[in-house]
């Protein structure tokens, strides 16, 4: 399976700030996470980001308003429960088992950091998307958590936005 990596980011590489809250991230790279989750059929997030977006009580910005894709929450714990249009899957690779069984051939990963980094740690991510806010935090949570892994990214596009929005997209390297 495919597997895409997307992230909206600071230009110094923060999602979001130190309470989670995204408020620097534009309305466009929702759109650009959304029309992704649209072509993939699916999207795979993180617990912790699950509750923080929910949190919002936003209309606009919240995963249950992307229609006819299939949502799948990595939660290692196994007491967690949510709405039933959601797959809850204990680790990266059963996610990609579940899409995988359910007839999908690409998958879009969308955070949190431990969720990044834990797909990047086990091999599964074949492509990343970053979509470059032009805005600098001086603290917040990262793409990736702290983990020990690395790999070699090679640039297949570059996509200039409006509002000096960058998306740049990356091939890894196996």
Not at 30 to 48: H, M, T
Not at 60 to 79: L, M, P, R
Not at 116 to 137: K, Q, T, W, Y
Not at 147 to 161: A, H, N, P, T, V
């Amino acid at each position: 399976m495919k597997t895409i990596l997307f992230m909206a980011t600071s230009v110094n590489g923060y999602v979001a700030r130190e309470n989670g809250q995204e408020d620097f991230i534009s309305h466009e790279s929702w759109e650009s996470f959304c029309n992704l989750a649209k072509e993939c059929g699916c999207f795979v997030i993180g617990r912790k980001t699950y509750e923080v977006v929910k949190s919002w009580n936003d209309e606009t910005y919240n995963f249950d308003s992307i229609i006819g894709v299939q949502k799948v929450i990595v939660s290692a714990n196994s007491e967690f429960t949510t709405d039933e249009d959601y797959i809850i899957a204990n680790s990266p690779n059963d996610a990609v088992e579940k899409l995988s069984g359910k007839g999908f051939e690409k998958m879009l990963v969308v955070g949190g950091a431990t969720n990044n980094s834990s797909f990047m740690r086990a091999g599964l991510v074949d492509e990343i998307v970053l979509s470059v806010e032009p805005f600098v935090l001086g603290s917040g949570i990262p793409i990736f958590s702290k983990e020990d892994f690395g790999y070699s990214l090679e640039l297949i596009d570059i996509k200039q936005k409006e509002n000096g929005l960058v998306q740049l997209h990356y091939k890894v390297k196996k």
